[in-house]
């Protein structure tokens, strides 16, 4: 390198400065999951939906998300009274999950806790199942309202392994949504 020492620092200094901004970039990217719409599918005549659920399906938050999705940052919306499949499977290769459909709660439960909707849940709540084991949770969607997506494995919900499922009166066809997740713990 030619030039004074001063000349070198700033050059450094620099390259430095982007190549932290490219790792910061190329760090906000993988952790900006996207809806992937084979995740959803529905037959309007029928009023069936069905959503593929998959736990741990990133590195983010610790694989202890559903979808990518950690703290709310996705909400599945289908319309009341619609017949619901939400097909489970468990990617993270370390830990065990489930799901199941509770009503929110402040603060959030630490283990499992009954269901909000009758059959909305996997086998083995508590222990959760291993990696790739699946189960289907089938159950009509209602009463309409604002629920979570929750692992009851110990700890995995209240460290926001969690997403949203909304039964609403007035939508017309389900949905995947990105929501605003909820403020860091």
């Not at 703290?71 to 599945?76: N, R």
């Not at 222990?127 to 995995?156: K, N, W």
Request: charged share 15%; with cysteine.
């Amino acid at each position: 390198m030619s030039g004074s020492p001063i000349t070198r620092y700033v050059r450094t200094l620099t390259a430095v400065a982007g190549v932290v901004t490219i790792l910061d970039a190329a760090s906000a990217r993988a952790q900006g999951q996207a809806i992937d719409p084979k995740w959803l599918s529905f037959d309007a005549a029928a009023r069936t939906a069905r959503f593929q659920l998959i736990a741990g399906l990133t590195g983010l938050n610790g694989a202890l998300n559903f979808n990518g999705f950690s703290d709310g940052g996705l909400t599945f919306v289908v319309p009341v009274g619609w017949q619901t499949e939400i097909d489970f499977r468990n990617h993270d290769g370390m830990l065990p999950h489930s799901a199941e459909i509770i009503n929110p709660s402040t603060p959030l439960p630490v283990q499992s806790v009954a269901p909000a909707i009758p059959r909305a849940f996997t086998l083995n709540l508590d222990q959760g199942l291993v990696s790739e084991a699946t189960d289907t949770m089938r159950f009509t969607a209602q009463p309409a309202g604002d629920y979570l997506i929750f692992c009851g494995v110990p700890g995995h919900g209240v460290a926001g392994m969690w997403i949203r499922f909304q039964v609403s009166a007035s939508a017309t066809a389900p949905a995947l949504r990105l929501t605003p997740a909820r403020p860091t713990r």
